[in-house]
């Protein structure tokens, strides 16, 4: 019971910093302008050393991942649901080696719903550049989905790694 409390107020931290952060965003930051030839491209800039600069712009992301499938917005917000329905599923029945990872998974997926019921898309703004390289905006919510999917690559690899050693014995 008690692992259950810290899991919900984890996820709720999470989901506040990733609810809070895309407001601000909403309402402090400029969008994106394409055609803005230098940095910080319109939006407000954080750093640029050398090469590698990063700013904050607001991108209204109405498709997946970098924006693929934007003219589909109103069927992904129901395949964005189902995700999140099967992670809870698969949540509730896993082990308590996977459940930080899959927390992380599920806020991130969670904000990313609610931002398409709040705003009518997903709110994208940090933005990388290496180079000549400009990475694909992205928000905390897709922070926390890919730390929760290396997590549970990691997880699966060290026990995986901890039962062949065992076997060798």
Same mark, same amino acid.
């Given at each position: 019971?008690?692992?259950?409390?810290? #899991? =919900?107020?984890?996820? #709720?931290?999470?989901?506040?910093?990733?609810?809070?952060?895309?407001?601000?965003?909403? #309402?402090? /930051?400029?969008?994106?302008? +394409?055609?803005?030839?230098?940095?910080?491209?319109?939006?407000?800039?954080? %750093?640029?050393?050398?090469?590698?600069?990063?700013? #904050?712009?607001?991108? @209204?992301?109405?498709?997946? @991942?970098?924006?693929?499938?934007?003219?589909?917005?109103?069927? +992904? &917000?129901?395949?964005? =649901? %189902? &995700?999140?329905?099967?992670?809870? %599923?698969?949540?509730?029945?896993?082990?308590?080696?996977?459940? +930080?990872? /899959?927390?992380?998974?599920?806020?991130? @997926?969670?904000?990313?719903?609610?931002?398409? *019921?709040?705003?009518?898309? &997903?709110?994208?703004?940090?933005?990388?550049? *290496?180079?000549?390289?400009?990475?694909?905006?992205? !928000? %905390?919510?897709? =922070?926390?989905?890919?730390?929760?999917? &290396?997590?549970?690559?990691?997880?699966?690899?060290?026990? !995986?790694? !901890?039962?062949?050693?065992?076997?060798?014995?």
């Amino acid at each position: 019971m008690k692992n259950k409390k810290y #899991l =919900i107020l984890l996820f #709720l931290s999470l989901l506040s910093i990733d609810m809070i952060s895309k407001y601000l965003t909403f #309402l402090y /930051i400029p969008k994106m302008n +394409i055609f803005h030839p230098f940095y910080p491209y319109g939006g407000i800039g954080i %750093f640029k050393i050398y090469k590698v600069s990063l700013s #904050l712009n607001y991108v @209204a992301n109405k498709g997946i @991942a970098w924006g693929f499938f934007s003219n589909y917005s109103d069927y +992904i &917000v129901f395949i964005r =649901i %189902f &995700v999140v329905v099967g992670v809870v %599923f698969y949540s509730i029945y896993s082990k308590i080696l996977y459940k +930080i990872p /899959i927390i992380l998974i599920l806020t991130g @997926a969670v904000g990313n719903v609610l931002d398409y *019921f709040l705003y009518g898309h &997903v709110i994208d703004m940090i933005h990388f550049k *290496f180079g000549s390289f400009s990475y694909p905006l992205f !928000n %905390f919510a897709d =922070i926390l989905i890919t730390l929760g999917i &290396v997590g549970i690559i990691f997880t699966k690899k060290e026990k !995986n790694e !901890n039962r062949d050693y065992i076997c060798r014995k």
